[in-house]
């Protein structure tokens, strides 16, 4: 999903700082905490989406970053378990370019005068 996300958001001219996984995530933060979105992937090795959301939630700096969990099987007790833990939607992967543009346009939207195309 990296691979295949960030040259499609930077063709958006979007910048992206990539982690390979949530540890890397956390480590990224603790050094630059101005993001405006974060795609979490729920299954990453090390420490997993869940478990980097919820540090990411404990945060201060860090609480109002939109999270958007990225998942091959959303089923319902995952959808909670993400929920409990602090994202604030999903994405089913493999993620289309369509589907990304609609997310980011709606995100952005509605909480930036940015827009990402």
């Known amino acids: 999903t990296l691979l295949e996300l960030t ?7 979007i ?3 990539a982690a390979g996984d949530g ?22 090795p090390s420490m997993d989406g869940f478990e980097s959301t919820q540090h990411i939630r404990r945060d201060a700096r860090l609480s109002d970053i939109a ?3 990225l ?3 959303l089923d319902d007790n995952e959808q909670q378990r993400a929920l409990a833990c602090g994202v604030n939607g999903f994405m089913n992967k ?7 543009k609609t997310l ?14």
């Open 23 to 44: 540890q890397e995530a956390l480590e990224t933060l603790a050094d630059d905490a101005a993001f405006d979105l974060i795609l979490m992937d729920l299954d990453m």
């Open 94 to 100: 493999p993620v289309s370019a369509d589907t990304l």
């Open 15 to 17: 910048l992206v700082t």
């Open 67 to 69: 999270i958007i969990a």
């Open 104 to 117: 980011l346009d709606q995100h952005f939207q509605n909480n930036t005068s940015q827009d990402p195309s």
């Open 7 to 13: 040259p499609i958001l930077e063709g958006w001219s």
């Open 71 to 73: 998942t091959e099987k």
